[in-house]
């Protein structure tokens, strides 16, 4: 699959039909990762969170549901922790947690989040607040 630079390269070097040019318009690259072939803790996803998509942030995988923590970069009212990510940039993880079947976040994969300790330091302090309001 050619990548943009490619598919502009030739298009300026060439003279192409109508036809030919949309064939190599489609074909290229949009970027996207393609999803593992398994999902584990730290990968991150789209998750529909209300009327939002925001990244979540795997913390569990059961037989064939994750469970994740949303992010956000807004310093709101239901901000549980905030991180650093080469990925996502400054942010905050949120006290929510999320499902979803892995079919949903092989659909939605965007990568994996690169700040393991803060992570773990997350999911004690979400542990914690719920193990006070359960």
Known sequence: MPIKSEVLAS????????????????????GIKTAPTYFKRGDVYYAGVGAKRRP??????????????PVTHEDGG???????????GKGFF???????????????FLGVFDNAKVLSKAINVLKSLLNNVL
């Not at 300026?12 to 690259?29: A, C, I, P, R």
Request: proline share 2%.
């Open 11 to 30: 298009i300026t070097k060439n003279n192409y039909s109508q036809g030919e040019v949309k064939q190599l318009v489609t074909s290229v690259s949009s």
């Open 78 to 88: 239901y901000v549980l922790l905030e991180f650093e990510s080469r990925f996502l």
């Open 56 to 69: 979540a942030v795997i913390i569990k995988v059961v037989n064939d549901m994750v469970f994740a923590i």
């Open 94 to 108: 949120t006290t929510n947690v999320v499902s979803a079947p892995i079919s949903y976040v092989k659909d939605n």
